[in-house]
């Protein structure tokens, strides 16, 4: 009985501490102020000006948590290419496999950083144009899967009906 009054005892006057003193306290005041004025600025997860807009992402995402939202305006990248739409990550439904930042063709394809990443997808100084006019080697086998992704949810189906 005396040890579970002490161990009691110790646990208020440590709360006590962190309540009124702010002791051990892990988030700072700024970012207190943030949470309490639901002013907090999420960090990028998309990048839209990197973004090719082929919806490999949506298709690789085994949780269905992005989406492709459309432009305002179509974006012209190449000759042969013009981007309608953007992922846009569902933070309820990711769980941070990385699939999507794995299949974008700006990361497995031209080795830059991916356009798309579910923590922060960071600062990008890429030129599509440029990047996309670059021949690139690749294996048969990793060409394969990924355009299996990229043009379709067959795989992903087909990997959620056990085939």
């Known amino acids: 009985m005396r040890s579970m009054l002490k161990v009691a005892l110790e646990g208020a006057f440590t709360n006590f501490k962190r309540i009124f003193f702010a002791a051990d306290r892990v988030t700072d005041m700024e970012m207190r102020n943030q949470i309490a004025t639901l002013s907090v600025e999420v960090d990028d997860r998309v990048d839209e000006t990197a973004c090719i807009g082929c919806a490999g992402c949506s298709n690789a995402c085994p949780t269905h948590a992005i989406e492709m939202k459309n432009l305002a305006a179509p974006v012209k990248i190449t000759d042969d290419w013009v981007k309608t739409q953007v992922p846009e990550i569902n933070l309820e439904k990711c769980i941070v496999c990385y699939y999507c930042h794995d299949f974008c063709p700006i990361y497995s394809l031209y080795g830059e950083k991916g356009t798309i990443h579910p923590a922060c997808v960071g600062d990008q100084e890429v030129n ?15 060409l394969k899967v990924i355009s299996a992704y990229l043009s379709d949810k067959t795989v992903i189906k087909n990997r959620e009906d056990g085939e």
């Open 128 to 142: 599509v144009s440029e990047l996309m006019a670059q021949p690139f080697k690749i294996s048969e086998d990793k």
